[in-house]
């Protein structure tokens, strides 16, 4: 069931090397292991008001919802809509998915080629592995799926009532800043905006390797639905927090594209996924990203970042992967004319 993470990583996890002799750049800050101060509940939104409300409430829900944007990047959302029934669904429809053979999830022809995924293939030292598996599948390869399983019809109706969610957040986020609320539905279409099953199996060495590396999101908008294991954490105020999980919510957290095209008035943060010795941990992720060719226009008279595109964006993050054995972002599209 498990990929071969202790074979392929065999030299990695058992035998001492260092990055000089194998040049690898030093790795950010962010990837040492520091102590996690405390356990917190991320800002809880009860989203049912901006629906049935009164105007009053409406504004206090939509005003809760920027300031969690602004002052955390992260915050966990009620009542949203979105069943207990489809969300249990969805996680009984990824644990099959995930139990099944190793070469069977990695040959598999369900959804595209390169939908499976698992570890981190350009690993050159602990830090940079990932201890987990995926299926990352785009919205458009989950509705052509011809092959009408219970997974794909259960990941279908979580995936659109995800979508409708999201459209929502981001268009108060948008109206709060006084741009466009229209912009979302005219510019991210269901190719490019991706649904991601996620496992974390059991890790020998907790302490030393990641579920998945400290991180941003490369979207506008991120709705993650986990379960009760834990393990996600993020930086708030220069260190790491751990969030405690809250089977009622969602998790909602801003991305790189939200922050640039709000010049940095959203934060888009670094979050990471921790082991367990024992357990293994499950959540699956929708992802708001706009078409390949849309121009990130940075907001205000002095924009913090150069407009760019979403395909550009991409690239970059896949040189860097590629070349340094993590993401830069944004620090690539910075303005140096102001």
């Known amino acids: 069931m498990d990929p071969p993470f202790n074979e392929m990583y065999n030299t990695l996890l058992y035998k001492q090397i260092t990055n000089t002799e194998n040049n690898v750049p030093e790795v950010p800050f962010s990837f040492s292991v520091t102590a996690v101060v405390e356990e917190v509940e991320l800002p809880v939104i009860d989203v049912s008001l901006l629906m049935d409300g009164d105007k009053k409430e409406r504004e206090k829900c939509k005003e809760e919802i920027a300031s969690a944007s602004r002052e955390w990047g992260f915050f966990q959302v009620i009542n949203h809509g979105i069943s207990m029934d489809v969300l249990e669904k969805m996680r009984q429809e990824q644990v099959k998915a995930f139990r099944e053979p190793f070469d069977k999830k990695s040959t598999s022809d369900t959804f595209s080629a390169g939908s499976y995924r698992w570890g981190t293939p350009s690993a050159t030292c602990l830090r940079q592995l990932s201890w987990s598996e995926a299926f990352h599948v785009s919205m458009t390869d989950i509705s052509d799926n011809k092959d009408f ?25 948008a109206e709060k800043l006084g741009r466009k609320s229209n912009f ?143 993401k830069v972002g944004l620090p690539r599209f910075i303005n140096h004319v102001y």
């Open 149 to 173: 399983t219970s997974l794909s019809s259960t990941m279908e109706r979580f995936a659109s009532e995800s979508e409708a969610l999201a459209h929502t957040l981001a268009e108060v986020l």
């Open 184 to 326: 979302f539905k005219e510019n991210c279409e269901r190719n490019t905006c991706y649904l991601r099953m996620n496992r974390y199996p059991p890790c020998p060495k907790p302490s030393e390797v990641y579920g998945l590396m400290p991180h941003t999101d490369s979207d506008f908008l991120t709705i993650l639905y986990q379960d009760q294991v834990g393990g996600l954490q993020l930086i708030k105020d220069n260190r790491w927090i751990a969030v405690k999980p809250n089977p009622h919510a969602l998790i909602i957290n801003i991305g790189d594209l939200f922050q640039a095209w709000s010049n940095g008035i959203y934060k888009s943060v670094e979050h990471r996924v921790m082991t367990n010795p024992t357990v293994e941990r499950f959540s699956t992720a929708y992802f708001l990203c706009p078409s390949y060719d849309i121009v990130i226009e940075c907001l205000g008279d002095c924009p913090v970042y150069r407009n760019f595109s979403f395909r550009e964006f991409r690239q970059q993050v896949q040189e860097d992967v590629k070349k340094l054995g993590y």
